[in-house]
């Protein structure tokens, strides 16, 4: 299939995404029909359907097998990830009757750090307390307590948040290029081969690290290297699981991933110019909101 033009669309193709990922996971159309109780005709219909709408292709199909292409690589990644999410929240809103006299708690959280930092961790306060309910939604910038019916947020710390809300700090928000460890060899020998990422979201984190890193010299910014953009984050940083190329990130978004071994840091990190919040409405008190923030910092470690 040729690249080309996408067709618009008003919608995500949320269904034919979760096929695509049963694909993935499953290995093969066969195997993803007898998982998802489709017809192979119909798990085909919909791969189609979503390559037409991206205008690329993301399998290469077999005989009994499928396997994703370089771009179905990223799909599927922050598909994966993506649908995780998905079914954190449901679970958190779809409340159970026998715990329909829960606490509830409801969190404004930034997309991405929402995605990579907040969810991966929140199992261990629900375990801490199983009798509260933690609703998380996505949110970016001023919060509308009223409005959003939130009873806490976390932001970064580039807006005025009014004086009807308290503040108090989460934790920095430090940066440092990450690529995935096969990209290490040649970033270490041809840096300027290697594409570089960037979120639209901060379109200056290599400006600013070509800037503050003393490493940066003879290593970046002499001349144009191929580069990528991406919409959010967390999109950027799949890319760069995927070994699409090395990323300037903030450090709680990708630290995971470092443990983990899925990116590396070969330059370490560097400060940021912006660090992370936590807002809740001025006056209003609530116990749980407070045990909540509290167990939140301690999920910083100390050197962040």
């Known amino acids: 299939m040729r690249n080309r033009k996408p067709t618009t669309s008003p919608r995500l193709p949320l269904e034919d995404l979760r096929v ?3 694909v993935v996971r499953h290995g093969g159309i066969g195997a993803a029909a007898d998982a998802l109780a489709l017809t192979q005709g119909a798990v085909s219909k919909r791969i189609s359907a979503l390559e037409a709408k991206a205008g690329v292709r993301l399998l290469e199909r077999g005989s009994r097998k499928a396997a994703p292409t370089r771009a179905g690589l990223v799909l599927a990644a922050s598909t994966a990830q993506a649908l995780e999410a998905l079914a954190t929240a449901w679970q958190a809103v779809a ?3 026998a715990d329909a006299g829960a606490h509830r708690l409801a969190v404004s959280c930034e997309r991405s750090l929402a995605l990579r930092w907040l969810i991966p961790r929140l199992g261990g306060f629900q375990a801490l307390h199983p009798e509260v309910v933690v609703h998380v939604q996505a949110g970016g910038g001023p919060v509308d307590f009223g409005a959003e019916g939130a009873d806490v947020a976390i932001r970064r710390d580039d ?3 009014g004086r009807a809300v308290q503040t108090a700090p989460l934790m920095p928000e430090p940066m440092a290029l990450v690529l995935a460890p096969a990209l290490l060899p040649a970033w270490r020998q041809a840096p300027r081969t290697v594409r570089r990422l ?3 979201t901060r379109p200056d984190a290599w400006a600013q690290w070509v800037l503050a890193c003393p490493q940066a010299d003879g290593v970046a910014g002499r001349a144009a290297a ?3 953009m991406f919409e959010h984050w967390f999109l950027a ?4 699981e995927s070994g699409l190329g090395a990323l300037v990130a903030p450090v709680p978004l990708v630290a995971d991933a470092l443990a983990q071994g899925r990116l590396v840091a070969p330059h370490g990190s560097m400060a940021g110019q912006g660090a992370y ?4 409405p001025r006056g209003r008190r609530s116990v749980w909101r407070d045990r909540f923030m509290a167990w939140l910092r301690g999920q910083v470690p100390p050197a962040q």
């Open 20 to 22: 695509f990922d049963a």
């Open 95 to 97: 409340v159970p009757a």
């Open 159 to 161: 807006f005025a948040p």
């Open 198 to 200: 960037h979120s639209a």
């Open 226 to 228: 191929p580069s990528q």
């Open 237 to 240: 940083i799949q890319a760069a």
């Open 277 to 280: 919040v936590l807002l809740w």
